[in-house]
C-alpha cells in the first residue's frame, strides 16, 4: 500500500468542479449525469497520475465525499444522485485496473462520511437505492455510516 506523502486536495476540487458545472436549476437526474463525468475524468487522472504518492483510496474516498457535498448543497435528490456516482465503478475498476468491490467500498465510503449531514432520511433513501440497484451494497453502506462519528445510521 502507497502511503500518502503529498496531500492532494481532490475532495476540494471535485467539489468545486460540481458546483462549476451543475447548476442550481438542473434536475436532479441531469446532476446525476454530470457528477458521473467528473467522476470519470477526475477519478481516472488522479488516481494515474498520483498512485505512488497517495493511496488511491485516499483520493477516491475525497472524490466522492467532495462531489456528494456539492449535489447536498445543491439540493439534488440525493439517493438518485448517489447511485448514479457508483454507476460509474464497473468502468472505474476496469479502466483502473483495480477491484469493483474495493472499489465500490471506497466510493460508499466517501459518501457515508457525510451521514451526518445528509441526515438519518436521506441515508435510509440511499441505503435502499443502492440495495435497488447493486444488491447487498447497502448493507455495507449502512455500516459505513454507522463507523461516522457524527452519524445518523439509516434503520
Request: proline share 4%.
Amino acid at each position: 500500500m502507497v502511503e500518502a506523502t503529498d496531500n492532494f486536495e481532490f475532495e476540494k476540487l471535485a467539489h468545486d468542479m460540481a458546483l462549476v458545472r451543475i447548476t442550481k436549476d438542473a434536475p436532479s437526474y441531469q446532476a446525476g449525469e454530470t457528477a458521473a463525468e467528473i467522476i470519470q475524468e477526475l477519478v481516472f487522472l488522479a488516481v494515474t497520475h498520483t498512485k505512488n504518492k497517495q493511496d488511491p483510496h485516499i483520493t477516491l474516498r475525497g472524490i466522492f465525499r467532495g462531489i456528494t457535498q456539492a449535489l447536498f448543497a445543491l439540493n439534488k435528490d440525493m439517493p438518485q444522485a448517489c447511485v448514479r456516482l457508483l454507476q460509474e465503478i464497473p468502468h472505474l475498476a476496469d479502466r483502473l485496473e483495480l477491484d469493483f468491490a474495493t472499489l465500490m467500498t471506497w466510493a460508499m465510503e466517501g459518501i457515508a462520511s457525510l451521514s451526518g449531514s445528509l441526515g438519518r432520511d436521506n441515508c435510509h433513501k440511499i441505503r435502499a437505492k443502492i440495495d435497488e440497484n447493486f444488491m447487498g451494497a447497502g448493507e455495507i453502506f449502512e455500516k459505513l455510516c454507522a463507523q461516522n462519528p457524527q452519524a445518523q445510521t439509516p434503520k
